[in-house]
Every structure is written in structure tokens, then in C-alpha cells.
T-cell receptor, first 109, second 115 residues
């Protein structure tokens, strides 16, 4: 079957670093996406990884290991506005997105 | 501003009502999607339209009926819904469905409550 696992909720402190993990088992693999969804708002695209390694984009970085079926999203210098749910999704062999349930990130001052 | 708009933002309806959700994309994309998002559950893909043709229907109950009159507009017609249908309904669009790098852009959603 197809499955995406990520923690339900995480708490971090403003200014700190947090890593949100995602493990996946899907039929075929055509890349992994991370989206940010603030409460009551639309999910917005953050990153796409299809090759192993780290992709850095400002304060956010995303890592992929295809052999381990594992990805993480790293957020540095946390700001209060980073409080949101972070959704992990993989694209399977049919180019369909398989979604995780999301990780709610709470930032404390 | 994501370029995808949805109306209404909130909807409360009884089980015998008929209502429609509307989505419009201003991005020149070729595919549009309806998703259901329930609390603490993964996004559930309901319908996909590519170039106005329905290409995916993930066993959604017939009380949900999609309509895509053109590549910029998508509707979800609702009738005789059940309380368990209460959820956030998200619309998305993408440029190149079937391509690995195709990115979906979402609207803000319609929060639906069925009494």
C-alpha cells in the first residue's frame, strides 16, 4: 500500500531550528513535495526534491533519501509566522500526489 | 495571492439542501482538482480535470458532482450530503499534469458544515 508518515505536532522556540521528518512508501516515485498551510489558509508550495540530497531555499531546506524513503524539512531562525501545518506529499508512478496528514508546528516566543 | 479563488469561504447546509462550490484559477493552468481535507487526515483527492476532461474520480459518492465548463472554472455540486461530509474543500490547479515537476497551487478552501 501507499503510506506517508509525519509527526502530528511539534513545538519549537522562536529563533531556533526545527526538523520535520517524513517517511514514505509509495508505488513508484516521481518526487517529494513540501507545502506550508497556515491555519485557515491555502497550502502553498515550499519545495520539490527528486534527487538525493539537500535543497536550500533561504531559511528553509529540504532533504531526500530515496533509498531510505525519507525526507525532512529544516526550518532555521524560526519566526512566529512559521506557525503552520507542513504537508509532505510524494508523486507516485501515475503522477498522482499521495499526501501525509501534516505536521502542526507551534512556535513559542 | 495564489491565483486560485474559491467561493463561498464558509457554507452551512442541511442534509436536504443543494449547493455549489465554485473555483476559479487565473494562472493559465491546464488541470484543476478538488480535494477534501478533514482534521488530522491526509488530503483526499476527489476529482481531477485535465483540459476540461475528467481523468480521475476516486470513488467519490454520487452526492458530489463536479463540473468543469472551461479550463479556468471548476464547480462542485452538492446534494443530500451527510454530516460526515463536513470538511474543508480545497481546489487546486496545475500547469502540466502528468509531469514529475508539476506543482499544484491551492485556493483558500470552502469550510463546509452539514447539519
Amino acid at each position: 500500500g501507499q503510506n506517508i508518515d509525519q509527526p502530528t505536532e511539534m513545538t519549537a522556540t522562536e529563533g531556533a531550528i526545527v526538523q520535520i521528518n517524513c517517511t514514505y512508501q509509495t508505488s513508484g516515485f516521481n518526487g517529494l513535495f513540501w507545502y506550508q498551510q497556515p491555519a485557515g489558509e491555502a497550502p502553498t508550495f515550499l519545495s520539490y526534491n527528486v534527487l538525493d540530497g539537500l535543497e536550500e531555499k533561504g531559511r528553509f531546506s529540504s532533504f531526500l533519501s530515496r533509498s531510505k524513503g525519507y525526507s525532512y524539512l529544516l526550518l532555521k531562525e524560526l519566526q512566529m509566522k512559521d506557525s503552520a501545518s507542513y504537508l509532505c506529499a510524494t508523486m507516485d508512478s501515475n503522477y498522482q500526489l499521495i499526501w501525509g496528514a501534516g505536521t502542526k508546528l507551534i512556535i513559542k516566543p | 495571492e495564489t491565483g486560485v479563488t474559491q467561493t463561498p469561504r464558509h457554507l452551512v447546509m442541511g442534509m436536504t439542501n443543494k449547493k455549489s462550490l465554485k473555483c476559479e484559477q487565473h494562472l493559465g493552468h491546464n488541470a484543476m482538482y478538488w480535494y477534501k481535507q478533514s482534521a488530522k487526515k491526509p488530503l483526499e483527492l476527489m476529482f481531477v480535470y485535465s483540459l476540461e476532461e475528467r481523468v480521475e474520480n476516486n470513488s467519490v459518492p454520487s452526492r458530489f458532482s463536479p463540473e468543469c465548463p472551461n479550463s479556468s472554472h471548476l464547480f462542485l455540486h452538492l446534494h443530500t450530503l451527510q454530516p460526515e461530509d463536513s470538511a474543508l474543500y480545497l481546489c487546486a490547479s496545475s500547469l502540466a499534469p502528468g509531469q514529475p515537476t508539476d506543482t499544484q497551487y491551492f485556493g483558500p478552501g470552502t469550510r463546509l458544515t452539514v447539519l
